[in-house]
């Protein structure tokens, strides 16, 4: 049985540990801000952002969409920036004390992820190499900073953001026309919400408040836990916002049935050359059989009749969701992968070896 006593000293050692994971996490931003080359990336500056991946293509289209690093790096985003090379990086949204490094942009520079890991500290939580396609053993920042002795590097099955599931980028085409025995089921599902006579509307011809009272009732329907309820809303109260941010290029329609919004659907166009739509927020009042169904055809033939010949719809976390992208008949899949960096201790590095920590690691960039 534990004392009262034994509680609140339990309690204020918690309080003590988070107020110092909070100065780290403070002076780490700092520590990493005051390195040469590197520029924090906030929504003041989604223009000059925009204009950075205004030429970059990329397979997986996530990796050019200014939307995606945003929605992503909520709760800060960095680049790190040399010559005309770049690489994105940014605190993972789910996971505390973990910074998420992306591919590198624009002219590539094989030694552009050694140099930028020699010079950044690591956070208490690690790094996480995220959405690479290529095989992470040939990653040549694995071999060479890894021989270091000082970071682990492990390949691993992404278990929190929307990869451990293959990116499904669907033929606009296909979906919009829907024929054949393969999307027999998903017509009959359309054909439910058409005759419960559901109708869309552009998302800026819909009032914010009634958008946000849709986001709320959602997602009271959606949270595991009460605490959730207030993460959820907020998080897409958030994206909401970014239609107003023209350089981020959002649009959106919602779904009425019986004069209540019952589905949204956002996305943003990439790709310079190709474009591809990404389509990141697709709720649903599950309750309508059939209306994810409809949301993903109707957004097809929006698209279809903007010559935009492909839609991305992301990966997946569960093999459920996984299999609803999969009816679809997907163009092409992407398997991605994630690289965990880790120091080898228990918590990462103290500050007080960041120092020793970058000089060791300078010799292998």
Not at 9 to 14: D, H, T
Request: aromatic share 12%; charged share 25%; with cysteine.
């Amino acid at each position: 049985m534990i004392g009262l006593e034994e509680k609140i000293l339990n309690r204020r050692l918690s309080d003590l540990y988070e107020m110092e994971i909070e100065d780290e996490l403070v002076l780490w931003e700092e520590t990493v801000e005051a390195i040469k080359n590197v520029e924090r990336i906030s929504l003041e500056r989604s223009a000059y952002f925009s204009n950075l991946l205004s030429k970059e293509s990329d397979t997986d289209s996530y990796l050019t969409s200014v939307s995606y690093y945003f929605f992503t790096g909520r709760k800060g985003l960095w680049i790190y920036k040399n010559g005309e090379s770049f690489i994105p990086f940014c605190w993972h949204p789910n996971v505390p004390d973990q910074v998420l490094v992306f591919p590198q942009r624009g002219k590539i520079c094989p030694d552009l992820l050694d140099e930028f890991l020699s010079k950044v500290p690591m956070p208490p939580a690690g790094i996480s190499l995220v959405r690479v396609k290529e095989n992470v053993d040939a990653l040549p920042s694995i071999k060479a900073i890894g021989s270091s002795g000082s970071v682990v590097f492990s390949p691993v099955v992404e278990p929190v953001l929307d990869w451990k599931y293959p990116v499904r980028v669907l033929s606009t085409k296909t979906v919009s026309a829907m024929n054949g025995p393969e999307f027999r089921y998903i017509r009959n599902r359309v054909k439910q919400i058409e005759k419960a006579d559901g109708k869309i509307a552009a998302i800026e011809d819909v009032p914010v408040s009634v958008l946000e009272d849709f986001i709320r009732r959602w997602a009271g329907s959606n949270a595991e836990f009460y605490t959730e309820e207030d993460e959820l809303f907020s998080l897409y109260q958030k994206i909401i916002s970014f239609r107003d941010k023209l350089d981020l290029g959002v649009d959106g329609f919602v779904v009425f049935i019986n004069g209540e919004i019952e589905a949204l659907t956002m996305w943003d166009t990439s790709n310079a050359g190709a474009p591809i739509a990404n389509r990141f927020v697709n709720l649903c009042d599950t309750t309508y059989g059939g209306l994810a169904d409809f949301c993903t055809v109707s957004l097809a033939r929006k698209l279809e009749a903007k010559g935009i010949k492909y839609l991305n719809i992301g990966g997946a976390e569960t093999e459920s969701l996984d299999q609803f992208k999969r009816k679809f008949q997907p163009a092409y899949s992407l398997r991605l992968h994630s690289v965990e960096a880790k120091a080898k201790t228990p918590h990462g590095l103290s500050f007080e070896t960041y120092n020793s920590f970058s000089e060791g690691m300078a010799s292998y960039a």
